[in-house]
């Protein structure tokens, strides 16, 4: 199993425009997430989703939009980037309800935007 | 609101002495706490959580309901704990992460 993927590893875009970071996981799992880990804020979540189909807000969610079409994949988009966008951004699955299931984490993508 | 709180962003230690990274929490129900690790160059996983009550790597965190805290202890640190921790929240399917603490055990 390759676990949870992401690309890109790097990323640099200029304001205002707009990119789809990757997510994919091959371990059959309905929960997948994303967070942005800031110098001093930890991880904070931005969007989430428990299945296909279904996606819910997280704590920052303005500026992203996701969707799960499928269980493998959960793409986060930057509509139009913004420089208060630039972050190390975590994708995350697990098998359920994270609570009683370990959440595994992608490698992170580095975003910056100038 | 939902709140986790580490205070300490740096924790220097030498080893074989004890350790204890603060987490406290705000919130108004029966909350369910987790600490992460992320070792150097290594991704982000789960430590223990409090439901499960265990003891992994010879960590152990107790919930305080009380003092709204989740203390991470051990009694003797080893060089490779050197890591960043986490403390996090969980809430119908929302985690809520503490700003991080980086232990660094001295040999």
């Known amino acids: 199993n390759a676990g949870v993927t992401q690309t890109p590893k790097f990323q640099v875009l200029k304001t205002g425009q707009s990119m789809t970071l990757q997510c994919a996981q091959d371990?059959?799992?309905?929960?997948m997430s994303w967070y942005r880990q800031d110098p001093g804020m930890g991880l904070r979540l931005i969007h989430y989703s428990v299945g296909a189909g279904i996606t819910d807000q997280g704590e920052v969610p303005n500026g992203y939009n996701v969707s799960r079409s499928t269980t493998e994949d959960f793409p986060l988009r930057l509509l139009s980037a913004a420089p208060s966008q630039t972050s190390v951004y975590f994708c995350a699955s697990s098998y359920s309800f994270p609570s009683s299931y370990e959440q595994y984490f992608g490698p992170g993508t580095r975003l910056t935007v100038t | 609101a939902q709140r986790v709180t580490q205070p300490e962003k740096l924790l220097s230690v030498f080893k074989g002495a004890p350790v204890e990274l603060k987490c406290n929490y705000s919130y108004s129900g029966s909350p369910e706490l987790f600490w992460y690790v992320q070792y150097s160059r290594q991704r982000l996983q789960l430590l223990l959580r409090?439901?499960s009550r265990e003891s992994i790597k010879g960590f152990t965190a107790d919930l305080n309901k009380g003092e709204t805290s989740f203390h991470l202890k051990k009694p003797f640190a080893q060089e490779e704990d050197s890591a960043m921790y986490y403390c996090a929240l969980y809430n119908f399917n929302k985690f809520y992460f503490g700003s991080g603490t980086k232990l660094n055990v001295k040999p």
């Open positions: 409090h439901i």
């Open positions: 371990m059959n799992h309905e929960y």
